[in-house]
T-cell receptor, first 113, second 114 residues
């Protein structure tokens, strides 16, 4: 593993189903993030974690939850998917000190039907 | 609160022409500023970053950006566009109180015409 991996690469999901997007990093970064990318809106922060055991809400947290049991993993869960959650999801990590340069995973393309 | 505005969702230039992508930011504290590039169906790759060490920042692939505090701008330039520069470009800011996460602009799609 080099950098950040995300799984699955893409997924089609029926509305109302539960889904967990996986994210793993091997850079030992304390901070990790989940963003969603939508056309014309850039990337928006869903949730973040500054260190293992802590999480926080970003700009668009509704309908999503995260956990941070250890440094390397930061899964994102959609408890009951809705079509508006169709998006491309990116996981990222950064070092603890500024400038907080972020390293991104390859993304997960999710379609909720 | 921080915000980023990218003027022009689409920019088209001819191969060999100057590339200028505009970014203005709003931040209550001295910011860290970034430009990222995204090629089709890929993740984001860092082009360059401003961390207050120098106002003119050079990045990869011949790109550079100048931080202008008086104009709250961080425009991205490249003297001569290549076909391979066609991609989407995002300006982002971080560094607000307790905020490590990035605030992104809406992106500018660069087309390079032969």
């Amino acid at each position: 593993i080099a950098g950040i991996t995300q799984a699955p690469t893409s997924q089609i999901l029926a509305a109302g189903r539960r889904m967990t997007l996986r994210c793993t990093q091997d850079m030992r970064h304390n901070a990790m993030y989940w963003y969603r990318q939508d056309l014309g809106l850039g990337l928006r922060l869903i949730h973040y974690s500054n260190t293992a055991g802590t999480t926080g809400k970003g700009e668009v947290p509704d309908g999503y939850s995260v956990s941070r049991a250890n440094t390397d993993d930061f899964p994102l869960t959609l408890a009951s998917a809705v079509p508006s959650q169709t998006s491309v999801y990116f996981c990222a990590s950064s070092e603890e000190a500024g400038p907080y340069e972020q390293y991104f995973g390859p993304g997960t393309r999710l379609t909720v039907t | 609160a921080q915000s980023v505005t990218q003027l022009g969702s689409h920019v088209s230039v001819s191969e060999g022409a100057l590339v200028l992508l505009r970014c203005n930011y709003s931040s209550s504290v001295p910011p860290y500023l970034f430009w990222y590039v995204q090629y089709p169906n890929q993740g984001l790759q860092l082009l360059l970053k401003y961390t207050s060490a120098a106002t003119l920042v050079k990045g990869i692939n011949g790109f550079e950006a100048e931080f202008k505090k008086s104009e709250t701008s961080f425009h991205l330039t490249k003297p001569s566009a290549h076909m391979s520069d066609a991609a989407e470009y995002f300006c982002a800011v971080s560094g607000g109180t307790g905020r490590r996460a990035l605030t992104f602009g809406s992106g500018t799609r660069l087309q390079v015409q032969p």
